[in-house]
């Protein structure tokens, strides 16, 4: 069992805006005019700040079950196969709920009309998740290191973290579903192949299904159309509601969401993203000088543990390069090493898409507006080139 403790930022969150005496205060201004000229904006129409404040809560905590097994072969042998079953399960997850929602019918507050939203961490939330993972390693001397591992995921989650919101108040089971780090299929291959005169190749290959996204009506009519938009849309036949590429949808009215029983949203992260892959390849040539180190022998990078690739914050441990200093410090057996390397992120430029607008009032709804991060490529740039000389001693 895995305890989370309330982290130091949310206990500094609601100190700054605690219901008992506000030491800082936000205003938010619906359609501003002020940005050309250049003016102070007036506040005495804007939404005034939200107050945040930590209800008695127990600790986030997950219980871990895992079954591992391998073939049975022997550590010295050229190749370990193995798999890895793993099941989680988590309970007092947190999030953020609205004690004083609005009426979407009558557009009044529900508690205390006088009185704007009123945000409370809480920990009702849960998280279970199922993982398959099979790993391998091939070894053929200091020449061939080769490893990898491929997982299958399913996870279900009714909230995403302290910082995340009922689509509405009060009703958290009705989030329950796909969680935002159900990414089902995951592969990483690597290893370190040795060449001619010396020189070494390092591929470094991984590819991932999509990441699941939610997709919402663009409207808030929960705390005032001014500050949460995870409010999904239903089901519908396509004429005349919204045609998307990820099916026909239809925005829910106030009368809609009068009858929470007769209202029923599409899944939660019913979106898919694009799937993700890269092969990145590192060649090198190391020159060794100085003392012979005795017992010093080569050898390839060691295998992939195989990381659970579980809920944020999690993932499992990784073994790491073998030898000294690196995948090429088997090149040599001296005392010191020059490393000159080219390094090519992405070589087959692919375009590894960040996660699509979610948001079914925006025009880039279903698009995505930029690039993925690291490993797959940068923010900036799809595939890079770079050229590195290290010295190890």
Do not use: W
Request: glycine content about 14%; aromatic content about 12%; overall charge neutral.
């Amino acid at each position: 069992m895995f305890y989370d403790r309330f982290a130091y930022n949310l206990e500094l969150q609601q100190l700054r805006y605690n219901v008992n005496g506000s030491l800082q205060n936000e205003y938010q201004v619906a359609n501003p005019q002020f940005f050309l000229p250049p003016q102070a904006p007036d506040i005495t129409s804007a939404t005034a700040s939200t107050n945040v404040y930590q209800k008695q809560s127990e600790s986030a905590r997950s219980l871990h079950d895992s079954d591992r097994g391998d073939a049975g072969a022997p550590a010295h042998q050229d190749r370990q196969p193995g798999r890895h079953l793993s099941q989680f399960c988590g309970v007092h997850q947190f999030y953020t709920d609205n004690l004083n929602p609005v009426d979407p019918t009558t557009g009044q507050r529900v508690n205390f009309p006088e009185a704007g939203n009123i945000f409370q961490y809480q920990s009702e939330g849960i998280f279970k998740q199922n993982q398959v993972i099979v790993n391998g390693s091939i070894r053929m001397g200091a020449k061939l290191s080769l490893f990898g591992y491929y997982t299958l995921n399913y996870a279900n989650s009714d909230t995403s973290g302290a910082g995340s919101f009922p689509s509405i108040p009060g009703e958290l089971q009705e989030d329950y579903g796909r969680a935002s780090y159900d990414i089902r299929h995951r592969l990483f291959v690597g290893g370190t192949i040795g060449l001619p005169r010396g020189f070494r190749l390092s591929p470094f290959l991984i590819a991932s299904s999509g990441i699941p996204f939610n997709i919402t009506s663009g409207t808030d009519p929960y705390q005032n159309q001014n500050d949460q938009y995870n409010l999904r849309p239903t089901f519908a036949t396509c004429t005349p509601a919204i045609q998307t590429k990820f099916g026909c949808f239809v925005i829910p009215t106030a009368a809609d969401l009068a009858d929470l029983a007769t209202y029923t949203p599409i899944p939660v992260n019913y979106g898919d993203g694009p799937g993700r892959f890269s092969l990145n390849l590192r060649l090198s040539k190391t020159f060794g000088f100085g003392p012979v180190l005795e017992g010093a022998s080569g050898g390839g990078g060691g295998p992939m543990g195989g990381g659970t690739f579980g809920r944020p914050g999690g993932g499992g441990p990784r073994g790491g390069p073998g030898g000294r200093g690196g995948p090429d410090a088997g090149a040599t057996n001296h005392r010191y090493a020059l490393t000159f390397s080219v390094n090519a992120r992405n070589v087959f430029n692919n375009v590894n898409l960040a996660t699509p607008i979610g948001n079914l009032g925006s025009p880039l709804f279903g698009e995505s507006n930029g690039l993925t991060g690291r490993p797959y490529s940068d923010s900036t740039s799809n595939r890079r080139l770079d050229l590195q000389v290290t010295f190890t001693f």
